[in-house]
């Protein structure tokens, strides 16, 4: 290995075994603070998501608890990913191999649970669209709960078992001192798309597919005045207004997030991208995600912004609040 200048070294000390610090330009500045920026935001809005959820008894449907879920996924990449991305962007990492392994496998744990409740927002409103009749009987709030405790264990599971040789050998997470950095064999990365990009993919487009299929043709009857007096005696056996509505704004919400996934796990297979340098851009736009979706929240569903108010008037600190009408 090339000696190099001490200067440069984040641990001098140990000459050839360390890393080059990041030597980032005075216009990197300004990304720095956006990041930061939306760092913060990321954990304030869905902090709000959360708390509105948790606290405002009529929001305790099957929907929102999957919504809250996200939240808290969301929430925690604004606490875990964002500022441990920025630490690695800027600075060498000092804190030694065992905390390393911990961000990373908590990492992987936040961004793969993000995945698996879009999988689930999928498939309950697939079940609100296409299987109305049955959807209070199928998917109640003990049902949800469940799978969304069970979604995180298997996602700790997936994550233990990705992660293995990482968490038996932390060391592996370097390369030289002073990075950090999850390094995969082929069959660990091809894995890993499969599960955590390729089948959500698949599952959530074919769900939506049909959902927005169904839904269209719902609409159509519910204008149509040929069949107008036919179809208000057989709402109940179709989906809800409210429902279609609340398909409409879960597609956007699983739009933004598969436009903001599929270039982090695309890029690698048409270009050789270090993320070390534009290959961050994609991993930036890949957490971003989790800042847009309360912002999807305020601009689709009125009882966002009516926790909003209440939350922020600190109206929620009065009694009875819990059973305020937002909806």
Not at 250 to 263: A, D, I
Request: some cysteine; overall charge positive.
């Amino acid at each position: 290995m090339e000696s190099k200048d001490h200067s440069e070294l984040c641990f001098p000390q140990l000459a050839n075994l360390s890393c080059k610090k990041s030597m980032l330009e005075s216009s990197e500045d300004v990304l720095n603070a956006l990041l930061s920026l939306t760092c913060v935001l990321t954990v304030m809005l869905n902090l709000i998501v959360i708390v509105a959820i948790s606290h405002f008894r009529l929001l305790h449907t099957p929907t929102n608890l999957l919504l809250l879920s996200l939240a808290v996924s969301d929430v925690l990449v604004g606490l875990v990913v964002w500022p441990g991305g920025i630490y690695l962007r800027t600075s060498c990492w000092a804190f030694g191999d065992i905390a390393c392994i911990c961000f990373q496998f908590a990492s992987f744990i936040i961004v793969s649970a993000s995945v698996g409740n879009m999988v689930l927002i999928s498939v309950d409103r697939y079940m609100a669209i296409c299987d109305p009749l049955h959807y209070n009987v199928k998917v109640t709030v003990n049902r949800i709960q469940f799978c969304v405790c069970l979604c995180w264990f298997l996602v700790f599971l997936y994550c233990c078992i990705l992660l293995r040789d990482h968490l038996a050998h932390p060391e592996k997470c370097r390369s030289c001192y002073g990075e950090c950095a999850v390094h995969f064999n082929m069959n660990d990365g091809i894995f890993d798309m499969i599960v955590i990009f390729i089948l959500p993919l698949c599952m959530i487009v074919t769900l939506y597919t049909r959902v927005f299929i169904v839904a269209v043709s719902q609409a159509r009857a519910m204008r149509s005045n040929v069949t107008c007096n036919k179809v208000q005696n057989s709402i109940p056996l179709g989906a809800k207004k409210s429902e279609l509505k609340a398909a409409r704004t879960l597609g956007v919400l699983v739009l933004v997030f598969l436009v903001c996934v599929c270039p982090f796990y695309i890029s690698p297979l048409v270009s050789d991208i270090s993320f070390s340098s534009s290959g961050h851009y994609v991993l930036y736009l890949f957490n971003f995600n989790s800042c847009v979706n309360p912002l999807i929240y305020a601009l689709f569903y009125p009882w966002f912004r009516r926790a909003v108010k209440h939350i922020v008037s600190l109206r929620i600190l009065q009694p009875g609040s819990s059973r305020a009408k937002l909806v």
